[in-house]
């Protein structure tokens, strides 16, 4: 009824439910202080507030709540990595995710679709059948998959053997899966705030106080803070951050760009992407087909949009899909990739004591966040760094052993 | 598409160049201890502002250098690398170690 609803609408008693109370003034200390009010800075704020007792918490965000790269994603949620500990990691995380709208009491639009990443050549069917072997072994739903299944699990695929790269097989990951992404950090904030959890938006960190080799304080744009420990979750700004704590990082921003078409009926359901064009497409519940995956090619803080990315993303998207030749775009974006040089986050420990790093998220950030935010809370509230994320510390770099994790991106491996 | 200006073949569509990583000069490798050497290869300035980096035209295998802002995208200007490489490097052999 649409007079119900306008009535509903305007009615004083409207019951709008704010997620967390407006930021107030900042107080003089805080125990923990995290820098990024993103999805991870939230998950972990809430971890600390919930599951340790810790709420004497401020999260400081330069601009708004989940605005950055959480807003930017393309909210791919999957497991099937190539390493050990990376396979480990994520696959608790979207264990996570399956039971985040439970956690919360509050919808963040789970959708387990499935993920299908395509092979054009025989090195390619090689490394799936890796992958789905490691996989297995460590408990993910992922195996190879022939031509004749794969053209029943996507009908509208592109099976031609035309083409100028021909579908061979397929890797099938059934635990791939799709959220919001917007309200996974809204879930996260509203209940890390109901919990006296501080958010604080508009408030950028200038300097970090350092005194004999610890973390004292912040200075912001609204005056300092002394605190006990710093957590920094500012991915596509790590660099920036840390270099203000005085810690080098092995991190290079790149523009990730992907875009997205007018709203189509439901016609694809699973997540399929293709190394070897270089490009992934899902339709989300709204019906808009997601055309990601296209990395500058030189390093950038900035998230323009360019003509070469909208031209090559569209040529390999109608390769795999030549009906999206009809469609209209509706928006093109980027978001700033926090690349490492193996592909593995950065987390954990750094060479400054109560200052913990959560950087290096690439383009696998959002599918990590439930996780981080439980194993980062634990690292901050009891100092031991927990199992799960012991191999991504800072340090591996200085040992020379790095986490080669060439399953971290779905379109360029 | 964006335009980069080589100093050996003037101005080409940026598809035909590839970047090179930040420019950084390297430390002796025989009194360079390991953390100092991992730093080097592994760790980035990544500044966001005004950089010296690498650049190779690549149908031409030219290398050569750009000061590039990393903010605004815009090209200051791209010169060889003779203007900062002036001086003939002679690179000693790593010192043996005993018994190896």
Partial sequence: MPFGLLKYGLSKDYPAQHHFTPAKELKKHYDVVIIGGGGHGAAI??????????????ILEKSY???????????????????????????ESVKLYNNLSNE?????????????????????????????????????????????????????????????????????????????????????????CDRGVELHQLTEVEAIDIANGRVTGVKTNRGSIACGAVVQAVAGASSIVAKKAGIPLPIHCYPLQAMVTQPYKPILTPHVSSPQVHVYVHQTSRGEFVIGGGSDPYPLYNTRATLDQRESLSAAALELFPF??????????????????????????????????????????????????VTMAELVATKKVPDLIKPFELERFYRFEQINEAGATAASH | MKILTCPLNGPRNISE?????????????????????????????NAAGIVTEWWCHSASSFWFLAERNTITDEVIRTFEASEIYNQRIDFVAASTVEGS
């Avoid at chain 1, 704020?45 to 401020?58: D, E, F, R, S």
């Avoid at chain 1, 025989?122 to 794969?150: K, M, P």
Wanted: aromatic residues 12%; charged residues 20%.
């Fill in chain 1, 65 to 91: 709540l989940g605005g950055g790269n959480t807003a930017r994603n393309t909210a791919v949620i999957r497991s099937n990595y190539l390493t050990e500990s990376g396979v480990k990691f994520y696959s």
């Fill in chain 2, 17 to 45: 160049f590839t970047y090179g990583g930040e420019h950084h000069s390297m430390p002796d490798p025989n009194t360079t201890d390991s953390r100092a050497w991992a730093e080097h290869v592994f760790f980035h300035d």
């Fill in chain 1, 324 to 373: 999206l030749a009809q469609a209209r775009m509706l928006r093109q974006w980027a978001g700033t990739t926090d690349m490492t040089p193996d592909y593995s986050p950065i987390m954990g420990l750094s060479p400054v004591e109560n200052y913990y790093l959560d950087a290096g998220w690439g383009t696998w950030g959002f599918k990590a966040t439930p996780i981080c935010g």
């Fill in chain 1, 104 to 192: 919360f009491n509050y919808n963040v639009m789970m959708e387990n679709r499935g993920q299908l990443t395509l092979a054009h050549s025989d090195a390619a069917i090689r490394s799936f059948r890796w992958r789905a072997e490691v996989n297995q072994h460590l408990g993910v739903r992922s195996e190879l998959v022939d031509r004749q299944t794969i053209a029943e699990l996507v009908p509208n695929l592109n099976m031609s053997e035309d083409s100028r790269f021909p579908i061979m097989a397929g890797l099938w990951h059934a635990d791939g899966a799709t959220a919001r992404h917007d309200a996974v950090a809204w879930g996260y904030a509203k209940g890390a």
């Fill in chain 1, 45 to 58: 704020a809430y971890n600390l507030a919930k599951y340790h007792g810790i709420t004497n918490v401020a």
